[in-house]
């Protein structure tokens, strides 16, 4: 075992060994290792400087995002290298104006058996809030992206001029690893992360229904602050105060691939 773990642990990723990359994290208080049974666990999850708050809907995917964005990805690889785990993963991502066109879209994505999550982006005035949808692979995306396109475009609060684009993976890994479409996927990892995942403490499930509560007045707090209206739909009517000073900066994302719904034909290169 001792064997497996110097291994495991002199792999190097970014320049460093991935021991260097842990013991950076647990200086700078980000994990923590149980020395009895050599499992490792997050004490300061990553604050994502753009979703507010969302509400979650898990389904089919595979492994977390916690394990493999928040662990994997910035502590193990020291944000150097996409996750293996990830390779597949592509996103449908929904942009919407007003929390109503929000909880519509979420209302749609939640009728796929995929893993969704909805919240305020606050990316732009034009682009408030965010529906994704994981899906495992650019064929799942696409079809997802027709199901969903066909459901927005047929309700009348919604419409063709609501967004929907597909995304590789998260936008961590773009800014920190370069376009989704130029990635340098390293098999090794699929047994690195074999490894990590028998020694990762995976956080108790929360309770779904009171946390999307919970974050539903959190969006609602949000769309107050920016001046969003439509957050009564989901008050009762009832208004909430807003606080003195600015409302929530608005914090444009960093660019990301796009692609398209279709297969891209292939050139004749015989002509």
Same mark, same amino acid.
């Given at each position: 075992?001792?064997?497996e773990d110097?291994?495991i642990? $002199? ?5 460093k060994?991935i ?6 994290a647990?200086a $700078?208080g ?5 020395a009895?049974t050599?499992?490792?666990?997050l004490?300061?999850?990553p604050h994502?400087?753009?979703i ?6 898990p389904?089919e995917?595979?492994?977390t ?5 928040d662990f994997?990805?910035r ?10 785990g990830?390779r597949g ?5 929904v ?9 519509a879209?979420?209302t749609?994505?939640?009728?796929t058996?995929?893993s ?15 529906t994704?949808i994981?899906?495992?692979s650019?064929d799942? $995306? ?6 969903v396109?066909?459901?927005?475009d047929?309700?009348?609060?919604l419409?063709? $001029?609501?967004k929907?684009?597909?995304k590789?993976?998260?936008t ?22 074999d490894?990590?995942?028998a020694?990762?403490?995976h956080?108790?499930?929360a309770n779904r ?6 974050n539903r007045?959190?969006?609602a707090?949000?769309a107050?602050q920016?001046g969003d ?6 008050t009762?009517?009832?208004e ?13 994302k960093?660019?990301?691939?796009t ?13």
């Open positions: 075992m001792a064997d110097d291994r642990l $002199a792999i190097e990723l970014g320049g060994p021991r260097a990359h842990l013991e950076a647990e $700078a980000q994990i923590a290792r149980n009895q050599g499992t490792y666990r004490t300061k999850p994502n400087r753009f507010r708050r969302v509400a979650i809907r389904g995917f595979g492994r995002c916690k394990f493999l964005n994997l990805f502590t193990v690889y020291g944000n150097s290298t996409v996750p293996w990830c993963c592509h996103k449908v991502k942009l919407s104006t007003t929390m109503r066109q929000l909880m879209v979420k749609i994505s939640e009728e058996p995929l969704t999550k909805s919240g305020s982006e606050l990316a732009s005035p034009e682009h408030r809030y965010a994704y994981y899906t495992r650019l799942e $995306a696409r079809t997802t992206y027709k199901t396109r066909a459901r927005i047929a309700d009348p609060a419409g063709p $001029a609501i929907v684009i597909i590789r993976g998260c961590n890994y773009e800014t920190n690893c370069g376009p989704s479409d130029r990635y340098a996927l390293d098999p090794r990892l699929a047994e690195v992360e490894y990590f995942h020694r990762f403490e956080s108790p499930r229904d009171v946390e999307n509560t919970v007045m959190q969006i707090w949000t107050c920016i209206e439509t957050y009564k739909d989901f009762g009517g009832k909430i105060a807003r606080e003195n000073g600015p409302p929530p900066a608005y914090r444009p960093p660019s990301v691939v692609y398209p719904p279709e297969p891209v034909p292939e050139p004749d290169r015989a002509r």
